[in-house]
Each structure stands twice: as C-alpha cells, then as structure tokens.
C-alpha cells in the first residue's frame, strides 16, 4: 500500500512514464551498441554533450537542447571521420570526449550570476523530469520502435557483418548514419535520469545481463527493456524512501542485478555440467 500511496504524487507519475520509456530507447539502442562494441564511442558522445549543456547555460537556451546538437555533432564526426580513415578511432572518441567536457566547464564558469547546479545532469534525477521530457521521450520512442521494426533486418545485416549487407543491396552508410544520430538522442534524453556520468550504464548493464541467457538479438532487446524498467522502478522507490541520488540508484540497482545473474549462471551452467557428469558415468 506504501508503494502505491506513491502515485498519487505527480512527479512520481513523471519519473515512472520516464521509467518506461526510457527502458524502451535504452533498450533497443543499448543492444545495438553492445552487439557493435560502440560502448567506448557512446562514452565518447555522451561526455562532448556536456559542451552543449556549458552553451545552453551561457546563451540562455535549455541545456538539453544544447547538449543534442553537440552529440549529433559528435557521433556524425566521429563516425565519418572514421570511415574516411583520417586517424585512429580511439584518438578521435578521446579528441571529442575532451573537447566537449572543456568547452562545458569554460562555458558554465563564464555564466554570469549564480553558477548552475549540476548535480542531476551529472548524475541524473529520474524524480526532475518535466512534461516536456516526457513528450520526447516518447516522441523518440516511438521513432526508435518504428526504425528497429522497419529496418529489424537491414540493421542485424549492418550490425555484424557490412560486407554482406552491401551485397544486399542496403545503404550501410545511411543506416549508420541513421542508427549513430538515435544513440546520440537517446544519450541526451536519458541524462535526466541517469545523468552524464552515469547514462553508459543503462545502455549497457541490462544488455549485459540479457546477454548472460541468450544471443538473439531480438531477444537481448525484450530482456533489456524488462531489465531496465524493473531497475528503474526498484531505484525510484528506494531513492525515494531512502533520500539519495535517483540516477546512482538506479545504476546500483542494475549493477546488483548483473551480479544476481551472473551468479544464477555460474550456478545452473556447474549444476549441468554435474549432472551430465552422473549421467555420463
């Protein structure tokens, strides 16, 4: 009864409708991440949006607005310089990640007046999300439903092997560009949960533990967007009750999660091999 004595609060029916849809973009973009080992450029874009957030600051304009257009900025150069070969991939992630968090700190020190808090942007706030947050993550969503069902062939071809989707007749170049502009938005709209700091865990922890029981990629998708929401929820509630950061909780939460189910793994893959042990004796 506690727990739901909770709703009647509205911005705890924000932080739940922001609970699910972002276990839904997260989900699906987390997986593609993971399945293309682009965690380390994920971190890349999440960290040069923080120079947007700095210029949203200092000229006025919502941060997050700010913070969308660096990262598509970001992963667009990231990738096309990549794919032109104009130096290594790593060197470029590290150029972008520096940058963007440079110019946010110089921009947030040259703000006149009151210096901004940047706790809930470092480190999220599931319980700050507003109306507008809500309609684009939905907006995003929906967009990121429609893309992945639409396209669920053509992105599994570009995903692990983009030789044979060009045989295929596919655009790999447009689909790349397509799929690195949705990480980019996701990032940027999670970080009111999860914040800058801590975002790359929830694009990535629920893939992980999905991953531990099946190498479908459809299947890592539904587990990850399960996961994530039930992370979310348990965060929320013990944040709430507990009076501590929502977006650290949440990434605890999930964290403690992987560790349940690894140890669920190891248990069930010994207890197997043992009991095909007796069986084979």
């Known amino acids: 009864m506690d727990f739901l004595q909770l709703f009647k609060y509205g911005f705890i029916q924000n932080a739940f409708l922001a609970a699910i849809l972002m276990s839904v973009t997260c989900g699906i973009i987390g997986t593609y991440i993971v399945s293309r080992r682009m965690v380390f450029i994920s971190g890349g874009i999440t960290h040069a949006s923080f120079g947007g957030v700095g210029i949203g600051f200092f000229f006025g304009f919502p941060p997050l607005a700010g913070a969308a257009l660096f990262a598509v900025l970001a992963a667009l ?32 020190y040259l703000t006149p007046g009151y210096a901004p808090n940047l706790m809930s942007l470092l480190f999220g706030s599931i319980i700050t999300v507003t109306k507008t947050d809500l309609l684009l ?19 599994l071809y570009v995903a692990f092997d983009e030789q044979f989707a060009k045989t295929r007749g596919i655009p790999v170049m447009l689909v790349n560009y397509l799929l690195i502009i949705l990480v980019a938005l996701t990032i940027v709209l999670s970080i009111r949960i999860a914040g800058i700091i801590l975002v790359l865990s929830v694009l990535t922890i629920p893939q992980n533990i999905a991953n531990l029981f099946t190498n479908r990629f459809d299947r890592i998708m539904i587990g990850s967007i399960i996961l994530g929401f039930i992370a979310s929820i348990m965060g929320l509630v013990i944040s709430y009750y507990l009076d501590i950061p929502s977006g650290a909780t949440i990434i605890f939460c999930l964290v403690v999660m992987y560790i349940a189910a690894r140890f669920v793994k190891v248990v069930t893959f010994e207890g197997g091999n043992q009991k095909q042990n007796r069986v084979d004796k």
């Not at 967009?143 to 053509?154: D, E, H």
Request: proline share 2%; charged share 15%.
């Open 137 to 155: 993550m939905f907006i995003l969503a929906v967009a990121v439903s429609a893309f992945f069902t639409i396209l669920y062939k053509p992105i």
């Open 77 to 108: 150069t990231t990738e096309n310089l990549t794919r032109r070969k104009v130096m290594r991939n790593d060197s470029i992630i590290a150029i972008m990640w520096s940058l963007g968090m440079a110019l946010g700190i110089i921009f947030i």
